[in-house]
């Protein structure tokens, strides 16, 4: 049965001699494993449908465990993104929290805007890449049946914390630039989604671990 989904190239892992299985985030599918053979020859057509971040149409072929490439068309590569190591590293982090929180085959929608918004504002630098980061982050913890509150985490939270990441959580990416946030409410904010994400989660998110070196 042939299934035409648009989404996002999560990761990525190299197959037998020239094949790849793609993992993509998809609106109609959830998470789908994904097939790609010979996609490591030079000749493939589609090679350049086959690494993460790709955001396209795909049309797919479901197998018996697997979905099978058939065809894809490019919406956005987010060139400008994978050109800066910073928000390389930014973007990574969002494609591996989605993969950490999400079950195959499990369709989650507003996760799914939620990663595709962010990854676009990251290209733009309209909005500081720190902000963008929380507000991804408090956004996937609350569609994943968390909450930030004082009795999820066990240090104190002030209220500063507390309205920032109600106002985060009920607004648009675009409000969030226009909030007004002392430095210390952001790092207070950033040590509590920290905590709750290493937490909740069965695996705890490494991509960050690279800004420590820049």
């Known amino acids: 049965m042939q299934v ?15 094949d790849k299985i793609l993992w993509i985030f998809t609106e109609e599918l959830g998470k789908v494993s994904v097939l790609c053979k010979g996609a490591r020859s030079p000749k493939y057509r589609y090679q350049f449908m086959t690494r ?3 955001f396209g149409d795909f049309l797919l072929f479901k197998g018996k465990s697997l979905y099978n490439f058939n065809e894809g068309t490019l919406i956005h590569g987010f060139s400008e ?20 929180v999400t079950l195959d085959e499990e369709v989650q929608p507003y996760l799914y805007r939620n990663l ?6 990251l290209e733009s630098e309209a909005i500081d890449v720190e902000v963008i980061t929380l507000v991804y982050e408090i956004k996937l ?9 004082r009795q999820s985490v066990p240090f104190a939270v002030s209220n500063e914390a507390l309205q920032a990441a109600e106002f985060f959580l009920r ?20 040590r509590i989604t920290s905590f709750i994400i290493k937490d ?15």
């Open 81 to 100: 993104v994978t050109s800066s190591l910073e928000l390389l590293t930014y973007a990574s982090y969002f494609l591996e929290m989605i993969d950490i």
């Open 116 to 121: 595709v918004t962010a990854l676009y504002l």
């Open 4 to 18: 035409k989904a648009k989404g996002i190239v999560i990761k990525t892992m190299d197959y037998k001699e020239k």
């Open 200 to 214: 909740s989660y069965q695996r705890k998110p490494k991509s960050l671990d690279m800004l420590k070196y820049m």
């Open 52 to 54: 993460p971040m790709i």
């Open 171 to 190: 607004n648009e990416y675009t409000k969030s630039a226009d909030y007004q946030m002392e430095p210390a409410v952001k790092a207070e904010l950033q």
């Open 141 to 149: 913890i609350t569609l994943t049946g968390y909450r930030i509150g």
